[in-house]
């Protein structure tokens, strides 16, 4: 079990990792799209939450620090979720379909991120405490 828990927290970990990759190569992108979803202060918000996937992926790859994974994540995941993925907002058919997968994609991400806080502390080969 330990080896699967292992190989899931490194899935998940490049998963976030290439996200924040992404929040700050993609930029230019983004930030774009954020100010059209009316996201306030695009311009810090895309690599803000670029820092909090940053933060997360390298705690959930380490197993340091845990909790502080699930906090960064749910900061980043209910503001993302209900800001950027809001389709019931949405006129255009494809476009509310596609935020309606991503939001709930990002509702099932915040129900696993909470689990994380019921497995024992220190994680099977964690680096840290």
Known sequence: MEIAFLIGRIIVGLYWLNGAVMHFTQAQSMVPYAKMKNVPFAELAVPGTGVLLVIAALSILTGVYPVIAVAALVVFLVPVTFMMHNFW???????????????TKNISMLGYTLTLLAIPQPWAFSLGF
Request: hydrophobic residues 55%.
């Open 89 to 103: 907002t949405v006129e255009d058919q494809m476009a509310k379909m596609n935020d309606m997968v991503m939001f």
